[in-house]
């Protein structure tokens, strides 16, 4: 049978050739400075929350929320930065398919939260720990251990040290 078609007079017609484009994706990463004047003993490991405070402490400055998830490698090595949501004064939309879809692209064994408070008070608003508890479960279910969610304000709160994690 011929792979041709036929048109009323008989004519044979060839068949219509498409092309097939499809979108690829890849992980693209950029170096981005976090901070100038660090102190030496501040490390890419991550060991404690008052390490990460240090770090990010920067963001005390900041006038809108800032929502950051830091992937970690299986030696709790900080192997990137993404900063998920830029918000308002005080709050941010955050979701686990933004929080995740760059872990599972990066490989992240496990990650750290980390947002601001622009008011200074790091103390956990209800929506806080209902997105922490969201992301644990998320984390959970792929794998990805939520090792701690830092908030940043005039010091700092942990909720692994609080108990809340």
């Known amino acids: 049978m011929s792979p041709y078609l036929r048109n009323l007079f008989g004519e044979e017609i060839p068949p219509e050739k498409k092309k097939i484009t499809i979108l690829s994706i890849e992980a693209k990463y950029r170096k981005e400075v976090v901070r100038e004047d660090a102190p030496a003993w501040v490390s890419k490991r991550y060991t404690a929350p008052s390490q990460v405070f240090e770090m990010f402490r920067d963001l005390q400055l900041e006038a809108k929320e800032h929502f950051i998830a830091l992937h970690l490698d299986g030696k709790n090595r900080i192997s990137c930065l993404d900063r998920i ?44 720990m209902e997105i922490t508890r969201r992301l644990k479960e998320a984390g959970d279910l792929l794998g990805i251990k ?15 040290e609080q108990g809340l994690l």
């Open 85 to 128: 949501s830029v918000g308002s004064l005080n709050q941010s939309i955050v979701h686990p398919r933004e929080v995740f879809k760059t872990a599972c692209l990066s490989s992240a064994a496990a990650i750290l939260l980390i947002h601001n408070h622009p008011t200074g008070d790091p103390t956990p608003s209800r929506e806080d």
């Open 146 to 160: 939520i090792l701690d969610h830092i908030i940043i304000g005039d010091s700092y709160l942990s909720f692994v």
